[in-house]
């Protein structure tokens, strides 16, 4: 008999308890082994605690054993994962870029969509459609007390990234004279991916270091690095705080999230009572995060198309049910109008 993590969430007690029942429902991976019709999901770190969750609620909803339920494997640890009866085992995609791939290498018999925090690339298949889920928003973060300053240009983090500018008084000569270490997360990451771009997309110099897992306070790299400079979600790390979703291992360690200098007159602040910004999420740090699925499936009228559409179509349960909205929002994103809409 099929199991699910949790029960449905009563509307009425969403607006004081969601955060904290929230973070003892939702599951890391599935408790056991998806059936073969389940819709199955890999790739983005940013998303991944958010699906958990809403396949919790989600699969409460369904009386019928037999319908396809909703499951997403997270992006760590490494190693091979089987994601659902009789299905190829593949490698455990870590990201966005890896959770496409795996989509396009494989048949809804393995992968059924791909968890992306960054939109479509010159080098996606035409045949993948990008569902909107969700708005979010990328900035930088650095360790709490350090020598960085509250807040940096875009022009600024491209010369850090691109290691012309190497020490903190090249920004202000009265911040301490100390080298700046930039830091990105694994190469399939969407939130690196979209954060570069944001930037400018520098050339990146021999200064970068490239490892940590996105989101990712805790790393050894990040923990204590009072020079460091890494991309992080908005709405992960309010997920992690003020969502009370942290753990151990995802957690925002000592890092801080900072700002985006504009102009004298203009400085984006990414959160704002416990919620991201309108102007940061409208501005060129603010995003879309998608599911990506095959057209050939979202758009097929057979009943794994259907559920598709039943669960991150417009009309869908995550588009329109209270619960899903609510999880989203204690999860740190902003639900969007464009949720549901095929890119």
Same mark, same amino acid.
């Given at each position: 008999m099929?199991?699910?993590?949790a029960k449905?969430?009563?509307?009425a007690?969403?607006?004081?308890?969601?955060?904290?029942?929230?973070?003892?429902?939702? *599951?890391?991976?599935p408790?056991?082994?998806?059936?073969?019709?389940?819709?199955?999901?890999?790739?983005s770190d940013t998303t991944q605690?958010?699906?958990?969750q809403l396949?919790?609620d989600?699969?409460?909803?369904?009386t019928?054993p037999?319908?396809?339920?909703?499951? &997403?494997? @997270?992006?760590i640890?490494t190693g091979?994962?089987?994601?659902k009866s009789g299905?190829t085992?593949?490698?455990?995609?870590?990201?966005? !870029?890896?959770?496409?791939?795996a989509l396009?290498?494989?048949t809804?018999?393995?992968?059924?969509f791909?968890? &992306?925090s960054?939109?479509r690339q010159?080098?996606?298949?035409?045949?993948?459609?990008?569902i909107?889920?969700a708005?979010?928003? *990328? #900035?930088?973060?650095?360790?709490? !007390?350090g020598h960085?300053?509250?807040?940096? &240009?875009?022009?600024q983090l491209?010369?850090? =990234?691109?290691?012309t500018?190497t020490n903190?008084?090249?920004?202000?000569p009265?911040l301490?004279?100390?080298?700046i270490?930039?830091?990105?997360?694994?190469?399939?990451?969407?939130?690196?991916?979209?954060f570069? !771009?944001?930037?400018?997309?520098?050339t990146?110099g &021999?200064c970068?270091v490239t490892?940590?897992q996105?989101?990712?306070?805790?790393?050894?790299?990040?923990?204590?690095?009072?020079?460091?400079?890494?991309? =992080?979600? *908005?709405a992960?790390?309010?997920g992690?705080?003020?969502g009370?979703?942290?753990?151990p291992?995802?957690s *925002? !360690?000592n890092l801080t999230?900072?700002?985006?200098y504009?102009?004298?007159?203009?400085?984006?602040v990414?959160?704002?009572?416990?919620?991201?910004?309108t102007?940061f999420?409208?501005?060129?740090?603010?995003?879309?995060v998608?599911?990506?699925?095959?057209d050939a499936?979202w #758009?097929a009228?057979d009943?794994?198309?259907?559920?598709?559409?039943?669960i991150?179509?417009?009309?869908g349960?995550?588009?329109? @049910?209270a619960?899903a909205?609510?999880d989203?929002?204690s999860?740190g994103?902003l639900? #969007?109008p464009?949720c549901?809409t095929?890119?």
């Amino acid at each position: 008999m099929r199991k699910t993590a949790a029960k449905l969430l009563a509307v009425a007690a969403l607006a004081t308890s969601l955060a904290t029942v929230a973070a003892g429902t939702s *599951v890391a991976d599935p408790a056991s082994l998806p059936n073969s019709q389940d819709i199955v999901g890999v790739g983005s770190d940013t998303t991944q605690a958010v699906l958990n969750q809403l396949s919790t609620d989600y699969n409460a909803t369904l009386t019928d054993p037999n319908a396809p339920h909703l499951y &997403s494997w @997270d992006a760590i640890p490494t190693g091979t994962i089987t994601t659902k009866s009789g299905a190829t085992p593949i490698t455990r995609p870590n990201g966005s !870029g890896a959770g496409i791939t795996a989509l396009n290498g494989n048949t809804s018999a393995t992968v059924d969509f791909a968890r &992306s925090s960054r939109a479509r690339q010159a080098t996606d298949p035409a045949t993948d459609d990008f569902i909107a889920l969700a708005k979010d928003a *990328v #900035t930088w973060s650095a360790v709490n !007390g350090g020598h960085a300053p509250a807040k940096l &240009s875009a022009a600024q983090l491209n010369a850090i =990234y691109a290691c012309t500018t190497t020490n903190w008084t090249q920004i202000d000569p009265t911040l301490p004279s100390a080298t700046i270490h930039p830091i990105l997360p694994q190469a399939a990451s969407g939130t690196r991916s979209f954060f570069l !771009g944001a930037i400018g997309n520098p050339t990146l110099g &021999s200064c970068v270091v490239t490892g940590p897992q996105e989101n990712e306070g805790v790393d050894p790299l990040l923990l204590n690095d009072v020079d460091a400079v890494f991309p =992080y979600s *908005v709405a992960h790390y309010l997920g992690q705080t003020v969502g009370g979703h942290s753990t151990p291992a995802d957690s *925002v !360690g000592n890092l801080t999230l900072r700002n985006i200098y504009v102009s004298p007159t203009l400085t984006l602040v990414p959160v704002t009572n416990n919620v991201i910004t309108t102007n940061f999420a409208n501005s060129s740090f603010g995003r879309v995060v998608y599911n990506v699925v095959r057209d050939a499936e979202w #758009t097929a009228t057979d009943a794994h198309g259907t559920a598709l559409r039943a669960i991150f179509g417009p009309d869908g349960w995550i588009c329109n @049910d209270a619960v899903a909205n609510a999880d989203l929002k204690s999860y740190g994103f902003l639900p #969007t109008p464009a949720c549901g809409t095929a890119y």
